[in-house]
């Protein structure tokens, strides 16, 4: 059985870089149109939005991204919001939020995670096989891969515990659906 792989799209982003944010402010649509464009490559097999109202509207209720001005988003929220969309896959929104009050202002944390972002998908193409020949072949890759992620999510966890930050949950219940995910 032959397998086809997403290894190219995936470790072919190379993050949204501070100069392709519009630097003028954007409503709620023109937000999900941009995100939606500059990280398509990263869309989910299934082919489901990447970005909704509702997660956008749930990230500033937790207190993550800065509320609208006149229903408007400036370039530092566009930046805060490309940071949660690739972090809330990994951990919770209480620890993001944890993260972005130890991190500094969003423009300077901001370029270490593309910065980092970019070490990290270099990283990961030298050691992802390009094209798994077999299905067992692809089977073992997602093994090693899940349990990576594991390991360093563990890992983010602990050292996320010694921030300084928000203790309380930056959640509120009803953000979340009944499977824990954002509604």
Same mark, same amino acid.
């Given at each position: 059985?032959?397998?086809?792989?997403?290894?190219? =799209?995936?470790?072919? $982003? %190379?993050?949204? $870089?501070?100069?392709?944010?519009?630097?003028?402010? /954007?409503?709620? =649509? !023109? *937000? @999900?149109?941009?995100?939606?464009?500059?990280?398509?490559?990263?869309?989910?097999?299934?082919?489901?939005?990447?970005?909704?109202?509702?997660?956008?509207?749930?990230?500033?209720?937790?207190?993550? @991204?800065?509320?609208?001005?006149?229903?408007?988003?400036?370039?530092?929220?566009?930046?805060?919001?490309?940071?949660?969309?690739? /972090?809330?896959?990994?951990?919770?929104?209480?620890?993001?939020?944890?993260?972005?009050? #130890?991190?500094? =202002?969003?423009?300077? &944390?901001?370029?270490?995670?593309?910065?980092? !972002?970019? %070490?990290?998908?270099?990283?990961?193409?030298?050691? *992802?096989?390009?094209?798994?020949?077999?299905?067992?072949?692809?089977?073992?890759?997602? @093994?090693? &891969?899940? &349990?990576? #992620? =594991?390991?360093?999510?563990?890992?983010?966890? #602990? &050292?996320?515990?010694?921030?300084?930050?928000?203790?309380?949950?930056? *959640?509120?219940?009803?953000?979340?659906?009944?499977?824990? $995910?954002?509604?």
């Amino acid at each position: 059985m032959r397998v086809k792989s997403k290894k190219v =799209d995936v470790l072919s $982003h %190379e993050g949204v $870089h501070p100069g392709e944010i519009p630097q003028l402010e /954007l409503y709620m =649509d !023109q *937000v @999900i149109r941009f995100m939606e464009s500059r990280l398509d490559g990263l869309r989910p097999a299934g082919g489901e939005r990447l970005i909704t109202k509702t997660m956008i509207n749930n990230y500033v209720k937790a207190g993550l @991204i800065d509320k609208p001005r006149q229903k408007r988003y400036r370039p530092e929220q566009l930046m805060a919001l490309v940071m949660v969309f690739h /972090l809330k896959n990994v951990t919770s929104m209480n620890a993001i939020g944890r993260l972005f009050a #130890a991190g500094g =202002d969003s423009e300077t &944390l901001y370029g270490r995670f593309l910065r980092l !972002q970019e %070490e990290v998908r270099r990283e990961k193409d030298k050691t *992802v096989s390009p094209e798994p020949q077999t299905g067992e072949e692809t089977v073992d890759q997602v @093994i090693r &891969l899940l &349990l990576e #992620a =594991d390991l360093c999510k563990r890992q983010a966890e #602990a &050292l996320l515990a010694g921030l300084e930050g928000p203790r309380e949950p930056a *959640v509120r219940p009803e953000t979340k659906g009944k499977d824990g $995910h954002d509604k």
